[in-house]
Nanobody, 115 residues
């Protein structure tokens, strides 16, 4: 069982930046593929970014060039740096830990982009 705790959400103006963090409670953090998903009201949950064990990353087209995912295997944390935020980035953001198809989810943190 892996517990994930997100932090860093909040209200930010369009064009602003925000950094999300996710702390994992597992001894074997480095072997998990870590990810960030988001879900806006009335929409399906979607993948935002993912980072594999070896550090390779992939991003949703809508966030490429604006968001950066990274991980710290010593601290057992994964981060999502978000910049040039748009109102359409408003959503609940969820951290995930994936090991061979077994996926654990955090409780989510709200990001609201509004003036």
């Amino acid at each position: 069982q892996v517990q994930l705790v997100e932090s860093g959400g909040g209200l930010v103006q369009p064009g602003g930046s925000l950094r999300l963090s996710c702390a994992a409670s597992t001894l074997f953090f480095s072997i998990y593929t870590m990810g960030w998903y988001r879900q806006a009201p009335g929409k399906q949950r979607e993948l935002v970014a993912r980072i594999a064990q070896i550090g390779s990353t992939n991003y949703a087209d809508s966030v490429k060039g604006r968001f950066t995912i990274s991980r710290d295997n010593v601290k057992k944390e994964v981060y999502l740096e978000m910049s040039s935020l748009k109102p359409e980035d408003t959503a609940a953001y969820y951290c995930t830990a994936d090991l061979s198809g077994t996926v654990y989810w955090g409780q989510g943190t709200q990001v609201t982009v509004s003036s």
